[in-house]
């Protein structure tokens, strides 16, 4: 029995009544629903295995590669460093320029700070006098930062390997998994999906449609299935047909929600006992998140220990500085970026392309 | 990890509120302590700048005047100044007076336009309108699916074709006069506002159906690309007004403040939760008490209003009032409580809540332990828990399927929450008089913690 409960059952007791009473008298016309009727219908978990369809969806319908998106140099600290340069000094002026340009990529206040600082230090230490050293000593400080060995997706255990992806709603993890899926059939492994995601309207087509372009088996339920039944089933199935891993679908949740939080854990748990080797859970974060995708790595980390990140999105205008501090900050390493729509457009995290996205392009 | 905004804030203005002298070190470092916490809120940096220059011409002003307490001036200056970014009057929709009236969705990849576009069509059909939906996204594998399926649940009919966008568009506003729906809900594909072609495609799907209303969706946990993102659709569209997305999160919501100061286009609805009924028109000054951690009050009561029991609440007002308030009485209200949501949704509402018990995780089968232990006592136990000995305790245990020592816990904390409800001094007057200090209370507790 925890004393918290009994605490805040009583607060909303004092604040119900408080505000009951407080209420307009007049039957004011409400807006904004929060609770009752649910419209998912609890299926039975009836399985259905789908085998290498021949579909064939446009995959060339719309694609950027990585050399279409990467070269956008109309970063404001392009042109806050084309102007620095000019001047000769290293002034206040350019350290303020530089902490706002980092804190423009999400980066964050404290860590935006915190880095500067110690660029500042480094600057005097060292007697550098030029911008340019300057800026060259912050992307130094930033890769070195970003300098971890572990960015390799593990996928050498025994078969078959778990890989589960998590995230909130509408981060990519649907298409996460297709293109991976995609890449890891083209290296010759056998690639098992679980549709895990029983909650999102055709979540479970989705996955379907990625899986028919790369000729992998996906695993389902029924709507609003047990999730983790449905990651059960796809480990078996991966066992039996000897697939060597499986890919698991998770459906989005906002890590405040307490209930889909444990669901994640017992999914997690299920997919342990299944196969004994969860060898990857990958935290899908939206390249245009701000400081709350430090939040969501605290809350998944915690439920579902995550073990890296995929940053999706990337493509866009927004950095994705956030997942920057989310590395430094809780040691948990980016190892995939997307960047666009097409199967090939998730690639490895590189720390150098990265800086220099989030630092301008100006050498 | 983080407090709100409101909590940030106060901490800042908290060193200069009661200061009789104002020096201009003192009022800059609580400008940018004002600013971190802004920024920290996912406030856009361009935004944060002009709000904090103005704060700081007021707090100038503030140290000119010969004011006694210039302190106070600047906390005005600075409450004065975020309700005024984030207030304003709230979206009302106007129907097109030759139906139907036309609606584009607009947004990035998974700012939830799918969803929000069921949720949208649920809302309409809710004021008596009778909405179509439109599925245009076919970008997004399966995304016409998605909107089949949210569209059967919420019985509105759906209109989709295999062709392109633009001629979909076209044909599902065709769709809704032929079978005379009032209102359509054209929703298209995600894109990016770098990507031309994209971008160029919904311009033109603009122009072909001439819509009454564009809406951009906007995710509340965006960053400090928002103003990029809204400004680069407004030019393209002319966005009538923003759809504000997964706002049930702990997001502080910045990216709404951003865009709406830049854009300078308001923000129409917003979406809280997962269901397709957690959806509605959005209140400015609602999301400014709820950025500045003020509570959202008027929600609440709103909640309140729908699911308590007039009786059973104000009985138990009157219990509180005369110090009279037993197990029994606790039970019942539990039970009402319990009945309007989460509780720790209901927590994020109030106002003045310490962050410590805002971050209690609450495990709401807790309460159904409580209901049981209280259940399995007899009546004259509970209006005197002190009667309660080692065997009735043990009597209790057995009929809720708890241990002893979880009765005593429960016993010790009412009888605790008692004598806190007395020193709140809970005494007689006028229960239906105004009473924004019914939250006192909870300051009282945290000392206790």
Same mark, same amino acid.
């Given at each position: 029995m925890s004393i918290a409960v009994v605490v805040v059952v009583a607060v909303l007791i004092l604040g119900g009544v408080g505000v009951f009473l407080l209420r307009p008298k007049k039957g004011s016309s409400l807006k904004l629903g929060v609770s009752s009727e649910t419209d998912v219908v609890v299926g039975s978990s009836e399985k259905v295995v789908t085998t290498e369809a021949e579909g064939s969806f446009d995959v060339t319908q719309h694609r950027r590669g990585l050399e279409g998106s990467l070269p956008k140099s109309r970063s404001l600290l392009g042109a806050a460093l084309a102007r620095m340069r000019s001047k000769r000094a290293l002034g206040e002026e350019l350290w303020i320029e530089l902490e706002e340009a980092l804190i423009l990529s999400d980066v964050g206040v404290d860590v935006s700070v915190q880095l500067i600082e110690s660029v500042k230090d480094k600057v005097f230490q060292e007697g550098i006098t030029s911008t340019d050293a300057a800026i060259q000593l912050l992307r130094a400080e930033m890769t070195l930062k970003l300098a971890r060995t572990d960015r390799e997706l593990k996928i050498d255990a025994t078969p078959p390997?778990?890989?589960? /992806?998590?995230?909130?709603?509408?981060?990519?993890?649907? !298409?996460?998994?297709?293109?991976?899926?995609?890449?890891?059939?083209?290296?010759?492994?056998?690639?098992?999906?679980?549709?895990?995601?029983? /909650?999102?309207?055709?979540?479970?087509?989705?996955?379907?449609?990625?899986?028919?372009?790369?000729?992998?088996?996906?695993?389902?339920?029924?709507?609003?299935?047990?999730?983790?039944?449905?990651? /059960?089933?796809?480990?078996?199935?991966?066992?039996?047909?000897?697939?060597?891993?499986?890919?698991a679908d998770t459906a989005g949740r906002l890590q405040n929600r307490q209930n889909l939080m444990d669901e994640l854990r017992k999914i997690r748990?299920?997919?342990?006992?299944?196969?004994? !080797?969860?060898?990857?859970?990958?935290?899908?974060?939206?390249?245009?998140?701000?400081?709350?995708g430090l939040v969501q790595a605290e809350g998944f980390g915690e439920a579902a220990q995550v073990t890296g990140i995929v940053l999706t999105k990337l493509d866009g205008t927004a950095k994705g500085g956030v997942a920057f501090a989310v590395e430094d900050r809780l040691k948990i390493p980016i190892k995939f970026v997307g960047l666009g729509e097409g199967v090939d457009d998730l690639a490895p995290f590189d720390p150098v392309a990265f800086v220099n996205e989030i630092t301008g392009d100006v050498s | 990890?983080?407090?709100?905004?409101?909590?940030?804030?106060?901490?800042?203005?908290?060193?200069?509120?009661?200061?009789?002298?104002?020096?201009?070190?003192?009022?800059?470092? +609580?400008?940018?302590?004002?600013?971190?916490?802004?920024?920290?809120?996912?406030?856009?940096?361009?935004?944060?700048?002009?709000?904090?220059?103005?704060?700081?011409?007021?707090?100038?002003?503030?140290?000119?005047?010969r004011s006694l307490t210039p302190g106070q001036q600047v906390?005005?200056?600075?409450?004065?100044?975020?309700?005024?970014?984030?207030?304003?009057?709230?979206?009302?929709?106007?129907?097109?007076?030759?139906?139907?009236?036309?609606?584009?969705?607009?947004?990035?990849?998974?700012?939830?336009?799918?969803?929000?576009?069921?949720?949208?069509?649920?809302?309409?059909?809710?004021?008596?309108?009778?909405?179509?939906?439109?599925?245009?996204?076919?970008?997004?594998?399966?995304?016409?699916?998605?909107?089949?399926?949210?569209?059967?649940?919420?019985?509105?009919?759906?209109?989709?074709?295999?062709?392109?966008?633009? +001629?979909?568009?076209?044909?599902?506003?065709?769709?809704?006069?032929?079978?005379?729906?009032?209102?359509?809900?054209?929703?298209?594909?995600?894109?990016?506002?770098?990507?031309?072609?994209?971008?160029?495609?919904?311009?033109?799907?603009?122009?072909?159906?001439?819509?009454?209303?564009?809406?951009?969706?906007?995710?509340?946990?965006?960053?400090?690309?928002?103003?990029?993102?809204?400004?680069?659709?407004?030019?393209?569209?002319?966005?009538?007004a923003?759809?504000?997305?997964?706002?049930?999160?702990?997001?502080?919501?910045?990216?709404?403040?951003?865009?709406?100061?830049?854009?300078?286009?308001p923000i129409a609805f917003a979406s809280d939760g997962e269901k397709l009924d957690n959806f509605g028109p959005f209140y400015p000054d609602r999301m400014a008490s709820r950025i500045l951690g003020m509570g959202d009050v008027l929600t609440l009561i709103e909640q309140a209003e729908r699911t308590m029991d007039e009786d059973v609440a104000e009985r138990g007002a009157k219990k509180l009032m005369e110090g009279k308030f037993d197990l029994d009485d606790f039970l019942e209200q539990l039970r009402q409580v319990k009945k309007m949501g989460s509780l720790k949704g209901m927590l994020s509402m109030l106002p003045g809540v310490p962050k410590e018990l805002r971050d209690v995780e609450v495990d709401e089968g807790e309460l159904g332990k409580i209901e049981a232990m209280i259940s399995s006592m007899t009546k004259k136990e509970r209006l005197d828990p002190a009667m309660i000995d080692s065997s009735r305790r043990a009597r209790i245990a057995k009929g809720s399927g708890t241990t002893p020592a979880n009765v005593s816990a429960l016993l010790k904390q009412f009888k605790e929450m008692q004598k806190m409800m007395r020193s709140m001094g809970i005494g007689p007057s006028s229960a239906t008089k105004r009473k924004a200090k019914a939250k006192p209370p909870k300051k009282g507790r945290k000392n206790r913690r």
């Open positions: 390997v778990v890989i589960l /992806f998590v995230g909130v709603n509408g981060v990519g993890k649907t !298409t996460s998994i297709g293109k991976l899926a995609a890449q890891l059939s083209s290296q010759g492994k056998k690639v098992v999906v679980a549709a895990g995601d029983t /909650f999102r309207a055709a979540a479970t087509e989705q996955l379907e449609m990625w899986a028919q372009r790369s000729e992998v088996d996906v695993v389902k339920g029924s709507p609003g299935a047990d999730p983790a039944s449905v990651v /059960f089933d796809a480990i078996s199935h991966a066992a039996a047909v000897g697939a060597d891993c499986v890919l748990r299920v997919a342990e006992k299944a196969s004994g !080797t969860v060898s990857e859970v990958l935290l899908v974060l939206d390249a245009t998140t701000g400081q709350n | 990890m983080f407090e709100s905004l409101g909590g940030r804030l106060e901490d800042a203005l908290s060193k200069i509120r009661s200061k009789a002298r104002l020096s201009e070190a003192d009022v800059e470092i +609580a400008l940018r302590e004002i600013r971190t916490a802004l920024l920290e809120a996912d406030v856009n940096l361009l935004v944060v700048r002009s709000i904090v220059d103005r704060i700081r011409e007021a707090a100038v002003g503030a140290m000119a005047s906390v005005k200056a600075v409450n004065d100044e975020l309700t005024k970014v984030l207030g304003g009057e709230s979206f009302r929709i106007t129907y097109a007076s030759r139906p139907p009236t036309i609606i584009l969705m607009a947004g990035l990849q998974g700012s939830g336009k799918t969803t929000t576009s069921a949720k949208l069509a649920r809302y309409f059909k809710s004021q008596g309108r009778s909405p179509l939906l439109v599925g245009a996204d076919l970008q997004r594998p399966a995304a016409v699916e998605q909107l089949r399926t949210l569209a059967s649940q919420i019985q509105v009919p759906m209109f989709s074709e295999w062709t392109s966008p633009i +001629a979909v568009a076209k044909a599902g506003v065709a769709e809704a006069r032929r079978i005379g729906r009032d209102v359509v809900i054209v929703d298209t594909a995600g894109r990016l506002t770098i990507d031309a072609e994209l971008m160029e495609e919904i311009t033109a799907t603009s122009k072909e159906i001439s819509p009454n209303y564009t809406f951009l969706v906007i995710d509340a946990m965006m960053g400090q690309d928002s103003v990029t993102t809204a400004k680069a659709f407004n030019e393209a569209l002319e966005v009538d923003i759809v504000l997305s997964k706002l049930d999160g702990d997001a502080r919501g910045g990216a709404a403040l951003s865009v709406k100061e830049v854009v300078g286009k």
